[in-house]
């Protein structure tokens, strides 16, 4: 069994996914938090693995950069691998003073400009919304291990480099608090197959303070963002 973009076996994929958007991301979740991990698509380098955590079998593979490369992998994980649940953790950039650099944020909606839910499957609003169950399961997780989580509706955006500060205009009528650019196709592909994703973020650089880090610093150092998902990825 594989795909044109994963060459992973029937059965190589765990029923839960985290996705971080970085391949050297999904290797130093592996490396670090999962015991016996095992390499098991590296399809373009695009890097995933399947090991356990705290006994429980769980994949971290990678989606690439932006809306159809996530829109890609994340359908093929739920449509042909058993894929039931896919929690997204990446990095964003925050609009909002209260978010500083390292805060963690869980999305409850996302926000985009893009077409891609109006061509993937007909769905016209510009806002798609993560798993409530999934959701849940991460607040609780956070709560457990004393983490400060923040929430609120994100900004999916489909340009990085933009000529013109028009689009903020919708993001501030939509109260965005970060942006980033997979979250809004992760969802509808979740909506429209009937399972379950949710997005986790950690801000990597401010537009209102303008704090930063580095690209290494967003590869290995939000490692709270990423003991979130994993304990929210084996709760019952």
């Known amino acids: 069994m594989s795909t044109p973009h994963n060459e992973a ?6 029923k839960t996914v985290l996705m971080p958007g970085d391949p050297l991301r999904s290797k130093f979740i592996a490396d670090t938090f999962l015991t016996d991990p095992k390499l098991v698509n590296n399809v373009r380098g695009v890097q995933g693995y399947t090991g356990t955590w705290k006994g429980k079998p769980v994949t971290v593979m990678a989606s690439g950069m932006g809306m159809p490369s996530i829109g890609i992998y994340s359908y093929e994980l739920f449509s042909q691998y058993g894929v039931e649940n896919i929690i997204r953790i990446g990095s964003a950039g925050s609009y909002v003073k209260q978010l500083h650099v390292y805060d963690v ?3 409850s909606g996302a926000y985009s400009e893009s077409s891609f839910a109006k061509e993937q499957c007909g769905y016209a609003e510009d806002v798609t919304y993560p798993s409530e169950a999934l959701n849940a399961k991460i607040k609780a997780a956070a709560a457990k291990l004393s983490i400060p989580l923040q929430e609120g509706i994100i900004h999916s955006s489909d340009v990085f ?3 013109s500060k028009e689009y903020m205009k919708e993001v501030e009528a939509h109260k965005c608090v970060a942006v980033e650019m997979e979250s809004f196709a992760l969802f509808s ?3 429209v197959l009937h399972k379950n994703a949710a997005c986790l973020l950690t801000i990597s650089d401010s537009f209102v303070t303008d ?3 580095t690209p290494e610093e967003r590869q290995t150092s939000f490692t709270k963002m990423m003991q979130i998902a994993l304990d929210a990825a084996i709760a019952d």
């Open 211 to 213: 704090e930063c880090t």
């Open 105 to 107: 944020v869980l999305a």
């Open 161 to 163: 480099y933009r000529e």
């Open 189 to 191: 592909n979740a909506r």
């Open 9 to 14: 076996q029937k059965g190589d994929i765990a």
